[in-house]
């Protein structure tokens, strides 16, 4: 069992038989009353979030999650297939649980999957990954004043914005979490 004290950026709680993490968390002691935390949870299977205040002293219980690495093969028509990297295991895993994330997951790349009683809740992503630029309109000289920026595609057929100095063959560097260009690599 948790305690209040032990609540952390992350953590994996049950709450009204649904597992949670929480996302956000706030110790508040009032001059007046007793103390408590102030938290922002979401919900694992719904992506739904909560505000939930907890007194000190509250017990928490530990959320039944497992987390496994596994390599992404291939896209179904409906799902992702992903092998367990330990037992070779192949699991099927609905578009929908991994979201917009696709977009960002080339074949062979190792992610972070987190099972709830045996069935995949969450898909995470490597921070940033390295991609080849396929598609990529020509850049003007002199254009560069005001930052701009010109979409392109890349090999796992998501489309970014980069600086207009990146061309075909590139080799950029994309944080997976907010889709954006970072840097230029190298060229392909």
């Not at 103390?35 to 505000?51: D, H, P, Q, S």
């Not at 007194?55 to 530990?62: C, F, H, Y």
């Amino acid at each position: 069992m948790y305690d209040t004290s032990d609540i952390r950026k992350g953590l994996k709680i049950m709450l009204d038989g649904s597992p949670y993490t929480v996302v956000e968390f706030q110790f508040v002691k009032p001059g007046k009353g007793a103390a408590f935390t102030r938290t922002k949870m979401k919900n694992l299977l719904t992506g739904a979030v909560l505000e939930r205040n907890l007194r000190s002293g509250e017990r928490l219980e530990p959320a039944d999650v497992e987390t496994k690495t596994m390599q992404y093969l291939y896209g179904d028509a409906d799902s992702f297939i992903f092998m367990d990297t330990t037992t070779y295991d192949q699991v099927h895993i609905p578009k929908s649980t991994v979201g917009d994330q696709s977009a960002f997951m080339p074949e062979n790349i190792n992610v972070e999957i987190l099972f709830f009683n045996g069935r995949a809740v969450d898909v995470s992503l490597p921070n940033f990954i390295e991609q080849k630029v396929v598609e990529a309109d020509p850049g003007f000289r002199g254009d560069t004043a005001t930052g701009a920026t010109k979409p392109v595609k890349i090999s796992t057929g998501a489309s970014i914005n980069v600086p207009l100095f990146i061309s075909i063959g590139d080799v950029i560097k994309i944080d997976t979490r907010s889709g954006q260009y970072l840097e230029r690599v190298g060229r392909a």
